[in-house]
């Protein structure tokens, strides 16, 4: 009986030892994967949940250069990003830049210059009292007033009409294209402000958002969840407050940073890993809304040829030309739908091929001779010899012309780089007076492909199927599958944006260049 005691004490024993080495190595290969993932340095899909981890109540980000927390005044980039955790516009902009109604609630376009909009009224501003027509006529006429980032925005707005407390009536000097989306600046409270210099008014202003600025002093901006906003039951936020960290200047926000001490940072700064290294931390990359690009003059008696075109598209090796220039601090970009457009359709993004390039000139009659390509055009045998126009002022730009330069000529194609002023630049691009000309343009957070294709662009390129349909955003894929065959330019590379969050946060990430706290009722940080 004793010796089966023993027997039964020693299996017990032994389990109890194989359990615990199991625990001590799952510890291990838990520890050793978390620090992978921040060593990593990126934030895939995270989709955490919260409910069984402990959750700090506070999260805290880093500014630099603040100057006011009014959103109509502010001229701080990152300040009108977290301001729309605060103020609410009639339209909000999604993820994939849609658009939804958000202070509207109907939006009915009664003609080309006329729109009519039905608001909720059921909203209520953060210090209790109603939102109403009034607020949004108040607005309006304070952008104008000022100097505004959203000065665009209301720019064709040539009257304003409130018959009733819910429903406001934009009268507009011409046509706008897709209006709709001119419609994401912020709405502030007129009675708030009555009777206040809005200008220079000292009141903290308020808002209809998730949360609300509850103090701001020398150091720092405090928010707090919004309880009157109106989905916090549906949508409560996991974290009760943000400490915003106001800097002096942005070495001092990445510093903080990389201590720990702020846990949010978005910055426009492409050497950020100077400040803050590579590990660490989690990072999401967003294609931004400045764009460069090569336009060709498809007037020119060569670039009139489509093939041509198409051949020095293929032939731009991008992935090559943005990292030996830029390091790989900008993002590769094919078309100026590319920054996370839901109308963008990869499916017709030039790929780089210097053989099928070559085959495509063969195709059409172009000869391959000591080295060099000629045809015969107009009776006259030409040599595919092309000039590439640059602004001198643009050092930038400069590296990518000769990059681009030496790619073309490893297939037989000479490039004249031809630098000129500012001015003769501009003029030049107006009047077409280039053969290729590196460019660019900061897209619209609305859909539009005028600037490109519509009437009198810069490429003087004409498509009478284009030009039919070019304002209606159904069409937009058709135009892609034309212009990819036409290739009157060729996209080259966008700005990035990064998103920096503590190696702990968690949440649904899904930045882009317009908003980075999407989702932020999901967002959390891990004690």
Not at 77 to 86: A, Q, S, V
Request: glycine fraction near 4%; proline fraction near 2%; charge should be negative.
């Amino acid at each position: 009986m004793k010796s089966s005691n023993r027997n039964i004490f020693k299996y017990i024993f032994i389990i109890v030892v194989i359990a615990l080495i199991f625990g001590a190595v799952y510890i291990l290969y838990y520890s050793s994967n978390k620090k992978e993932l921040a060593k990593e340095g990126t934030v895939t899909d995270v989709n955490q949940t919260s409910d069984d981890i402990s959750v700090s109540k506070n999260i805290k980000m880093g500014i630099s250069d603040y100057d006011t927390m009014n959103p109509i005044l502010t001229k701080n980039k990152e300040i009108i990003n977290i301001d729309k955790l605060i103020f609410e516009p009639l339209v909000n902009i999604t993820s994939d830049y849609h658009t939804e109604n958000c202070l509207a609630k109907e939006i009915n376009k009664v003609s080309d210059t006329r729109y009519e909009i039905k608001l909720d009224t059921s909203i209520k501003w953060q210090d209790g009292k109603d939102f109403f027509s009034k607020d949004v006529e108040f607005t309006i006429n304070k952008i104008k007033e000022n100097d505004s980032l959203y000065s665009n925005n209301v720019s064709h707005i040539q009257s304003v009409e409130t018959p009733d407390s819910e429903t406001v009536i934009l009268n507009l000097d011409s046509a706008v294209n897709n209006f709709e989306y001119d419609l994401d600046f912020p709405i502030l409270s007129s009675t708030y402000y009555n009777n206040e210099d809005f200008a220079t008014s000292s009141k903290i202003p308020i808002g209809t958002g998730m949360y609300k600025i509850a103090s701001i002093d020398d150091s720092s901006i405090l928010l707090i969840t919004n309880d009157r906003w109106r989905n916090i039951k549906k949508y409560p936020p996991k974290t009760e407050s943000i400490e915003i960290h106001r800097y002096s200047a942005i070495g001092e926000a990445f510093n903080s940073f990389k201590l720990g001490n702020t846990d949010v940072i978005t910055t426009y700064k492409s050497n950020y890993t100077d400040y803050v290294g590579t590990m660490g931390y989690n990072k999401k990359e967003i294609a931004g809304r400045y764009f460069d690009f090569i336009a060709f003059n498809c007037y020119d008696d060569i670039l009139s040829d489509a093939s041509v075109r198409k051949c020095i598209s293929m032939a731009i090796n991008k992935e090559n030309l943005v990292s030996s220039v830029f390091s790989n601090n900008k993002i590769v970009s094919n078309s100026p739908l590319d920054y996370g457009s839901y109308l963008y359709d990869s499916q017709y993004d030039e790929k780089y091929d210097s053989n099928e390039a070559k085959q495509t000139l063969e195709q059409n009659d172009w000869q391959y001779v000591n080295g060099k390509w000629q045809k015969t055009i107009n009776g006259h045998v030409r040599k595919l010899i092309i000039s590439l126009m640059i602004n001198d002022n643009n050092s930038d730009r400069s590296l990518v012309a000769e990059n681009i330069k030496s790619q073309l000529a490893d297939i037989g194609i000479l490039v004249n780089i031809v630098k000129v002023s500012s001015d003769t630049y501009y003029n030049n691009l107006n009047s077409k007076n280039y053969q290729m000309a590196l460019a660019g343009i900061v897209n619209s957070v609305k859909p539009d492909l005028s600037y490109f294709y519509g009437a009198n662009n810069i490429a003087n390129y004409n498509n009478s199927d284009i030009q039919n349909v070019i304002n209606n955003v159904d069409n937009f894929n058709d135009i892609q599958k034309i212009v990819s065959i036409d290739c009157p330019y060729v996209g080259l590379y966008r700005n990035k944006i990064t998103l920096l969050l503590n190696a702990n946060m968690g949440g649904n990430f899904t930045p882009n260049a317009y908003f980075s706290y999407y989702n932020f009722n999901e967002w959390y940080k891990q004690q």
